[in-house]
């Protein structure tokens, strides 16, 4: 990720997926709702401050899926702060 960019993203606190602002506001509209929400866990607290992202692809091979215990594929952040 280049680091000019990293202000775009969000990183959701419950589940740590990983989307651009864009993305989420796209999402706020479609719902027709004031507060950006998680498409997949439905969580509406975010954060920018995250470091690293993984991009989980095959989640049951992963060592890293499982020590986030992450069990579908997408992108996520490694640690949120
Ligand atoms: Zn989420």
Do not use: W
């Not at 969000?10 to 796209?26: D, F, I, P, Q």
């Not at 027709?32 to 498409?39: E, N």
């Not at 989980?56 to 640690?79: N, R, T």
């Amino acid at each position: 990720m280049v680091s000019r960019a990293s202000g775009q993203y969000l990183a959701c606190k419950n589940c740590r997926r990983v989307y651009t602002k864009s993305e989420l506001e796209a999402e706020r509209k479609r719902r027709d709702s004031k507060v950006l929400t998680c498409p997949y866990c439905g969580s509406t607290s975010f954060t920018r401050k995250f470091t690293n992202i993984v991009l989980i692809v095959d989640p049951e091979k992963s060592i890293i899926a499982k020590e986030l215990s992450i069990i579908h594929p997408g992108v996520f952040a490694y640690s949120l702060e």
